[in-house]
């Protein structure tokens, strides 16, 4: 039986009583934009409130993108970041992980300036080229607040989403050779699993490691428990050794799955990153109300909610003094 990382069998991590349980909240991202919802948080003071506020309500790691101040675009600007970082790391304990994807409309060297400036102890790494489309969600909106929000939106119909085997490897090599990050590998599909084992047999990517189920993203896996037990299971035969992982559902289906993720014995991610509502319908007061609401069905569960530092020893983090903001 595959272990869950942290040398205890997987039985056993499904087990309860009492198992820690990693809550990531992703809390803005380039995904939503502005007029969706007024929660999204866009300045460096509304990132900063809203990353403290859901590590406060129980998130281990804040998973950041940034934002232009003024219009609310993604960002990658460098500048954009250092403001929110610092106010979060002075407040909060909490495990900073900075995107590498940025928007899928970006050149590779603009979306890692953040990451290679910052040395974070954790960024995300997307694990293959895929099309990444929001243009879908054109249709649940008449009016913008800025015209670069449908604009963006279209141009997912026609833009790849590009993470070749050689930005997967730049990325490996500048920030986690390079500057001691440890990343949250992005699965979408199988095929970003397969890749992943790739690595790992080849030794470019060391443990521990932290395997992000991405569902529900078009142009990926759906987000359905037949698709997540589809990953876990390929993730069992093709990674060598240990491994941790974390369900993430776009969309509506995000806490049903995470709740699902738990179970199997694995970690959750939330945040209006991926999902902008509560239930059904009902959109999220904030990235706190989400948090508190996974941690509450974790706590039911008889499980418990990691903290950073708890985390950090799962998966042999270098420790929040040794970032560069
Ligand atoms: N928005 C998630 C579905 C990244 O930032 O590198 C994927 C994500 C990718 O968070
Ligand atoms: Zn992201």
């Not at 409309?105 to 694990?127: I, K």
């Not at 090599?173 to 949250?184: H, I, M, S, W, Y």
């Not at 397969?194 to 047999?201: A, D, H, I, N, Q």
């Amino acid at each position: 039986m595959k272990n869950s990382g942290n040398g205890v069998s997987a039985a056993q991590t499904r087990g309860f009583p009492g198992r820690k349980v990693v809550i990531t909240c992703a809390v803005t991202g380039s995904i939503h934009t502005p007029t969706m919802s007024g929660a999204l948080p866009v300045t460096a003071e509304e990132i900063a409130e809203a990353s403290i506020a859901a590590a406060q309500a129980g998130a281990a790691i804040i998973h950041l993108h940034a934002r232009d101040p003024e219009t609310g675009r993604p960002s990658a600007e460098p500048d954009h970041f250092r403001p929110f970082l610092e106010k979060i790391a002075k407040e909060t304990d909490a495990i900073i992980n900075i995107s590498t994807g940025g928007s899928s409309v970006m050149a590779l060297d603009a979306r890692l300036a953040p990451a290679r400036e910052m040395a974070p102890e954790m960024c995300s790494l997307n694990m293959g080229s895929m099309n990444f489309g929001t243009f879908p969600m054109l249709d649940k909106y008449s009016g913008w607040k800025h015209n670069w929000e449908p604009e963006l939106l279209e141009a997912t119909r026609r833009t790849v989403f590009k993470n070749t085997f050689e930005d997967i490897e730049t990325i490996i090599e500048d920030l986690g050779e390079g500057r001691g990050a440890k990343f949250e590998f992005e699965c979408y599909d199988l095929g970003q699993i397969e890749t992943l084992g790739f690595y790992v047999k080849k030794g470019l990517i060391k443990g521990p490691l932290y395997l992000q189920f991405v569902l529900g993203v078009l142009g990926g896996a759906g987000a359905s428990p037949e698709n997540l037990v589809a990953m876990k299971t390929l993730a069992d035969r093709v990674i060598p050794g240990d491994y941790h992982f974390s369900v993430l559902a776009a969309g509506g289906k995000q806490m049903a799955m995470a709740t699902m993720g738990a179970i199997m014995g694995g970690n959750v991610r939330v945040g209006l990153e991926d999902n902008l509502s509560i239930a059904p319908g009902v959109l999220a007061d904030s990235n706190a109300q989400q948090v508190a609401k996974i941690r509450r069905i974790i706590e039911d569960l008889g499980l418990e909610p990691a903290s950073p530092d708890e985390t950090r020893s799962m998966l042999a983090l270098k420790g929040r003094n040794k970032v560069n903001f």
